[in-house]
């Protein structure tokens, strides 16, 4: 299935999902239930059109108590959500990152970015093509952070704009594992078209966060995604595991750790930095049986492409006819 090539022209019909891990408030230990400090796994199941379901394999969030949960019952106490592992379950107040140390944590393996990344990469490549994941980092402890970015704006003194292609701010992630590439398809999107340099408004990450933005080459149409999350906590040494965890895109009220929303139409084309003609981000598209651009063999699964088109749903314009 895919959208119409030719009504769709100059549509983008990607779908972008946002995960946002929250920062934890509350006593780490109260009664039975418990905060994280330290490593939260979790999956992502996605389920398309026609009820087949794929998860991936497990990916890792840090959470870092705070120095205030030390007293297990201390209801002032915040974990905060990592983009990678310090290494330390230790209560204690997380540090400001200097460039330094972005760097060398860019390549680590626990890089959450990577690790979604990777995982989603690895389901069958008929049912993800061309995903890219990126995150911002709003938790509050560092000035703000995205990856890859070529830079991040500084609230108050920077044009969000300049920061797309020249330096601004105080730290950069663009000579990481995925590299910075200054195209539209690559580069952390656009959430609006006015000079608002307010962090959150710039990331499209609310204040507190650690948000992790999947891109999918497909409108959302049928697709439903969900995350399951299990974590241990570390209380004064002693280990136990949590209940299990299960938030879906469209659950409403939901009261854990992560909210999953797809936020791929609220993506801002940009004329000065993306050139004309102008693009429409409309990832709740309708697709069609082969893009309404060929014919289905049942048996096979397979489109047969009318003249003119191409590609395993017939949505691709080629002057050379089918093949």
């Known amino acids: ?50 009820g087949d379901a794929w998860t991936t394999s497990a990916v890792t969030t840090y959470y870092d108590a705070q120095s205030a949960c030390a007293d297990n019952t201390d209801v002032s106490c915040t974990s905060v959500p990592n983009w990678y592992n310090d290494g330390s379950t230790a209560f204690a107040d997380t540090s400001a990152l200097i460039q330094d140390d972005v760097d060398s944590a860019m390549f680590l393996e626990s890089n959450i970015a990577e690790q979604v990344n990777a995982s989603v990469q690895a389901l069958p490549n008929d049912f993800v093509r061309n995903s890219y994941v990126w995150f911002a980092d709003n938790t509050g402890v560092n000035s703000g952070l995205i990856y890859p970015a070529y830079s991040t704006p500084d609230s108050g003194s920077d044009d ?126 309708t697709k069609h049986v082969c893009s309404k651009r060929g014919m289905c063999d049942h048996d096979t699964g397979l489109c047969s492409c009318f003249d003119g088109y191409s590609g395993f749903r017939c949505d691709k314009r080629t002057s050379t006819g089918n093949y």
């Open 160 to 285: 969000p704009l300049d920061c797309q292609t020249a330096f601004c701010g105080s730290l950069s992630s663009r000579n990481g594992p995925s590299a910075f590439v200054n195209d539209v398809s690559y580069r952390f999107p656009l959430w609006t078209d006015t000079g608002d340099n307010a962090f959150d408004t710039y990331s499209n990450c609310d204040d507190g966060k650690l948000c992790i933005f999947l891109k999918l080459d497909d409108p959302v149409n049928g697709r439903t995604v969900t995350v399951d999350y299990k974590f241990q906590t570390d209380l004064d040494g002693a280990n136990s595991l949590s209940s299990e965890n299960s938030q879906s895109t469209y659950d409403d009220g939901y009261d854990g750790l992560v909210e999953i929303d797809e936020v791929g139409s609220s993506r801002v084309w940009r004329d000065d930095i993306d050139g004309t003609p102008s693009i429409e981000y409309e990832s709740q598209t």
């Open 1 to 50: 299935m895919g959208v119409d090539p030719i009504k769709n022209v100059y549509t983008d019909t990607s779908s972008v999902y946002r995960f946002s891990w929250g920062t934890y408030s509350g006593a780490l230990q109260d009664g039975a239930a418990q905060g994280p400090n330290g490593a939260v796994y979790w999956t992502i199941t996605l389920t398309d059109d026609y």
